[in-house]
C-alpha cells in the first residue's frame, strides 16, 4: 500500500521557537495532504487542506500565521508551528488522499504522527 | 449535533466476546464510509470500508444503515490485540474532506 513518512516522530522544544514537521508520500504523487491535530483522548480535528501548488485551506479557529503550512510538491507538505507555545502540545498527524484508490474516494495514508511537546 | 458521532467507551470485553460499534453522521449526502484503528500513541491504520451492502472481513463485519444514517462495526471472537481505538470516518456530501469520529475504545482482557 501507498506510504507516507513523517518526520520528526517526537520534538521537544522551548517556548517561542518554531518546528517544522515533514510529510513525504514515498511512492505515489499526493495532490492533497491532510492536517490534522490530536490531544489526549480526542478525535483528530482537522487544521488545514494542503493541495499542491496553491495555499492551503484552513479550518475555522486554525491561525494561517501560525500553522504554515506549504505542499511544494507532489511528494512533500510541510507543517510549521510558528512561535510554539506548551498548549500547542499534541499529536500532528499528516494524511494523503488518494483519490480513485482501491477502496474509493477518501482512503487516507497517515503519517506516522509528531509528537510535539512545548517546555 | 456533531457531524460524527460515536460511543467513546470504553467497551470493556472478554477474550471470545462479540462486540459492535455505532457510528451517526449527519450529512446524509455522505458517500464514503471506513473504519480505522488507532493504538495508543500511532497513527490511525485503515481498518474496512464500509460499503452499502455490508462487507466482512474474517472477524470484522462492516454494515452501512442510510435511512438512519450509521455504520456499524462487529468484531467477533474478540482477541487482546483488538484492543484499540476505532475511528469512524465519513467522507462526501459536498466536501471531499473526511471527518473523523471520536473513536470508541475497545479493551480486550484475559
Known amino acids: 500500500g501507498a506510504v507516507v513518512s513523517q518526520h520528526p516522530s517526537r520534538v521537544i522544544c522551548k517556548s517561542g521557537t518554531s518546528v517544522k514537521i515533514e510529510c513525504r508520500s514515498l511512492d505515489f504523487q499526493a495532490t492533497t495532504m491532510f492536517w490534522y491535530r490530536q490531544f489526549p483522548k480526542q478525535s483528530l480535528m482537522l487544521m488545514a487542506t494542503s493541495n499542491e501548488g496553491s495555499k492551503a485551506t484552513y479550518e475555522q479557529g486554525v491561525e494561517k500565521d501560525k500553522f504554515l503550512i506549504n505542499h511544494a510538491s507532489l511528494t512533500l507538505s510541510t507543517l510549521t508551528v510558528t512561535s510554539a507555545h506548551p498548549e500547542d502540545s499534541s499529536f500532528y498527524i499528516c494524511s494523503a488522499s488518494v483519490a480513485g484508490g482501491s477502496h474509493g474516494t477518501g482512503e487516507l495514508f497517515f503519517g506516522e504522527g509528531s509528537r510535539l511537546t512545548v517546555l | 449535533r456533531k457531524e460524527v458521532e460515536q460511543d467513546p467507551g470504553p467497551f470493556n470485553v472478554p477474550e471470545g466476546a462479540t462486540v459492535a460499534f455505532n457510528c451517526t453522521y449527519s450529512?446524509?449526502?455522505?458517500?464514503?464510509f471506513f473504519w480505522y484503528r488507532q493504538d495508543c500513541r500511532k497513527e490511525p491504520k485503515l481498518l474496512m470500508s464500509?460499503?452499502?451492502s455490508g462487507n466482512e472481513d474474517g472477524r470484522f463485519t462492516a454494515q452501512l444503515n442510510r435511512a438512519s444514517q450509521y455504520i456499524s462495526l462487529l468484531i467477533r471472537d474478540s482477541k487482546l490485540s483488538d484492543s484499540a481505538t476505532y475511528l469512524c470516518v465519513v467522507v462526501g456530501g459536498g466536501s471531499y474532506i473526511p471527518t473523523f469520529g471520536r473513536g470508541t475504545s475497545l479493551i480486550v482482557h484475559p
Open positions: 464500509v460499503y452499502s
Open positions: 450529512n446524509s449526502a455522505s458517500q464514503s
